[in-house]
């Protein structure tokens, strides 16, 4: 059974930075993209990164390129996103899924930003 846990949301002044992190278990790790999308309130959820199996590549939305950044550790079933100069506009809850579509997502972390 395919479990994804993220973590690291919070509440953050406008310019600021958070670190997600998507713990996974029950798959063959290294085999799949991990991709993160998100959810702002009142919307449909929005596709925002995908890192390959090895990380050997990374895509993003125009709306997050150069701001955040997609990391993986397959040695610890983890992957990461690092975003920075965070705008109001970021506010979601953030999910990491194995599909773009998110369709198969975990529980979501909430990030808010505020000032």
């Known amino acids: 059974q395919v479990q994804l846990v993220e973590s690291g949301g919070g509440v953050v002044q406008p310019g600021g930075s958070l670190r997600l992190s998507c713990a996974a278990s029950?798959?063959?790790?290294?085999?799949?993209?991990i991709y993160w999308v998100r959810q702002a309130p009142g919307k449909g959820l929005e596709w925002v990164s995908g890192i390959h199996s090895l990380g050997r590549a990374r895509t993003y939305a125009d709306s997050v390129k150069d701001r955040f950044t997609t990391s993986r550790d397959n040695a610890n079933n983890i992957v990461y996103l690092s975003m920075n100069n965070l705008k109001p506009d970021d506010t979601a809850l953030y999910y990491c899924?194995?599909?773009?579509?998110?369709?198969?997502r975990g529980q979501g972390t909430q990030v808010t930003v505020s000032s």
């Open positions: 899924a194995t599909d773009r579509s998110g369709q198969h």
């Open positions: 029950g798959l063959t790790f290294s085999s799949y993209w």
